[in-house]
């Protein structure tokens, strides 16, 4: 069993930057794709990024590309993301998720996930003022 842990969340003044960070607990992160998802108040919960096991190839959600950065460290089992720009409208909730099913991509997992091989961390909550 897979255990996720984020953290870096807090309040930040638009235009200010935040890193998550995303750990795991138990086996390794390598064979794993990674990916970022937000839930804010009354909304669904949205596709923000993703991040490949094979060739570390990444995807953005449209309201975040250019402002957003995934990576990762294998080396400490932890994929971060680096938030820069930030606006109002990305008060959210954030959370990790990981699966390493030969299906999911980082390309498709906005829509491959969630499915019974998904883990998923408790979330930290990102706080933007205007």
């Known amino acids: 069993q897979v255990q996720l842990v984020e953290s870096g969340g807090g309040l930040v003044q638009a235009g200010g930057s935040l890193r998550l960070s995303c750990a795991a607990s138990?086996?390794?992160?390598?064979?794993?794709?990674v990916g970022w998802f937000r839930q804010a108040p009354g909304k669904e919960r949205e596709f923000v990024s993703a991040i490949s096991w094979s060739d570390s190839s990444t995807e953005y959600a449209d309201s975040v590309k250019g402002r957003f950065t995934i990576s990762r460290d294998n080396a400490k089992n932890t994929v971060y993301l680096q938030m820069n720009s930030l606006k109002p409208e990305d008060t959210a909730v954030y959370y990790c998720?990981?699966?390493?099913?030969?299906?999911?991509?980082?390309?498709?997992?906005?829509?491959?996930?969630?499915?019974?091989?998904?883990?998923w961390g408790q979330g930290t909550l990102v706080t933007v003022s205007s």
């Open positions: 138990g086996r390794t992160f390598s064979t794993y794709t």
């Open positions: 998720a990981a699966d390493n099913s030969e299906a999911v991509t980082a390309q498709n997992m906005d829509v491959m996930i969630p499915n019974e091989s998904t883990y």
